[in-house]
């Protein structure tokens, strides 16, 4: 299938060959092509720049952060401004390219938060989303239970309800990204990064080696690379970012029953439990997961199955929220994972040894909506025309957890 503005991506579903990379020099190495990388690489290659995407499993694969079905796209972010306006101009990039997809990459579901009296974070949210200009409504127990019969809540329930909000098929749109890119000129490669070595006498970064040979040279470096950032940088990030065990679970709706399709349920949120939702897309069956951080995590060999404690858990909140689905089947299951900084914050900063080096990570569960204003950012940075927002410098990650951002 064609996308809608007619070009040719006929190889955004297959495997990428490696292609060349001998006597080259690129002017931006993106390491890393989940969300934030992908969009990088597309932004870089608007501007003109001869850029080289490298990942070790390919766009949107099972064990990157930026794979599996689907992420939501909210504008509250409680009383961090900062994230809802990168949400803002993110949206209307997602809009445009969900538009020239093959199959809508952006699903206007809506998203509802669930609040309880004396809830700061979602005060807090209201007093954002009407600063900025988003559309929302604010939703009493009795407007609650009229408009979404199927979802049990208190006398002391309310809700915000954001209608232009949504959902983004995450792995489809990642692989549609990069090949939006290559298009654009971008050069991809499916290989693993050595981790760079550096000594005191360095201070830039000439070239970065591949387990099969390959050198890859460029004048920048940006590394992307979500919860392998740590291992790749160890000495600077080991005790800097955690990865976590995240499970995700899919719940089969009653047949016949279309209360849980998106037409009748939105996309939805309830930080007091910390757990979040969406409704049943692709008649996949309701998704639920927990958003509490699991235990630490390795992308690169740890095991995806879902546990006992994690269905038990899931299915007590499944019970709470949704009688009807109490005893529901689990129709999927998927394990993918979180990479935390301390407070929830992006890291996007210069390496503080390389000068031609960025490292960019710290999505901390909430960052895949994110991707089209953090590589439009880091585009600005790279380029000279931007400055590093305090809060996403090296210099402000602590080692001490203590979550603020969700």
Not at 175 to 188: D, E, H, I, L, S
């Amino acid at each position: 299938t064609l996308p809608r503005d007619g070009t040719d991506f006929t190889l955004i579903h297959t495997q990428t060959r490696t292609r060349t990379l001998t006597n080259q020099t690129f002017d931006i190495a993106i390491i890393g092509a989940g969300v934030f990388g992908a969009w990088t690489a597309h932004r870089f290659a608007l501007t003109g720049a001869k850029v080289v995407l490298i990942d070790a499993y390919g766009p949107g694969n099972s064990r990157a952060t930026s794979g599996g079905e689907s992420r939501m796209i909210r504008m509250g972010y409680g009383p961090d401004e900062i994230y809802t306006r990168m949400s803002q101009r993110s949206l209307v990039s997602w809009k445009e390219l969900s538009a020239q997809a093959p199959a809508p990459l952006f699903l206007p579901t809506g998203i509802l938060w669930l609040a309880q009296p004396q809830d700061s974070y979602s005060e807090a949210t209201l007093s954002i989303l009407k600063s900025c200009g988003i559309r929302f409504e604010k939703l009493d127990s009795a407007e609650l239970a009229t408009r979404y019969p199927q979802l049990r809540s208190s006398p002391s329930t309310w809700g915000i309800l954001e209608p232009d909000s949504g959902v983004l098929m995450a792995r489809e749109a990642v692989k549609f990204v990069t090949a939006k890119a290559r298009a654009a000129g971008v050069t991809y490669v499916q290989e693993r990064i050595v981790s760079p070595e550096t000594t005191n006498k360095t201070s830039a970064l000439a070239s970065v080696e591949t387990t099969s040979g390959n050198t890859l040279v460029a004048k920048q470096f940006v590394f992307a690379c979500g919860p392998w950032l740590p291992k790749l940088f160890p000495e600077v990030l080991g005790d800097l970012i955690h990865v976590t065990r995240q499970e995700v679970f899919f719940f089969g709706v009653p047949a016949g029953d279309d209360r849980f399709n998106a037409e009748q349920l939105p996309a939805w949120i309830d930080f007091n439990l910390l757990v979040y939702g969406l409704p049943n897309l692709d008649h996949r069956g309701l998704k639920l997961a927990i958003d509490a951080h699991g235990p630490e995590f390795d992308p690169d060999t740890g095991d995806r199955v879902v546990s006992l404690e994690g269905i038990a858990a899931a299915r007590s909140c499944l019970a709470k929220l949704f009688p009807a689905l109490a005893d529901a089947p689990v129709t999927e299951t998927r394990v993918c994972q979180y990479e935390n900084t301390a407070n929830g914050d992006f890291l996007i900063d210069r390496h503080p040894a390389l000068e031609n080096v960025w490292l960019v990570g710290g999505g901390s569960g909430h960052g895949f909506k994110h991707g089209p204003a953090v590589g439009e950012y880091i585009v600005d940075l790279v380029s000279g025309n931007g400055s590093i927002e305090p809060r996403f410098s090296l210099a402000a990650k602590n080692r001490e957890r203590s979550r603020a951002v969700f």
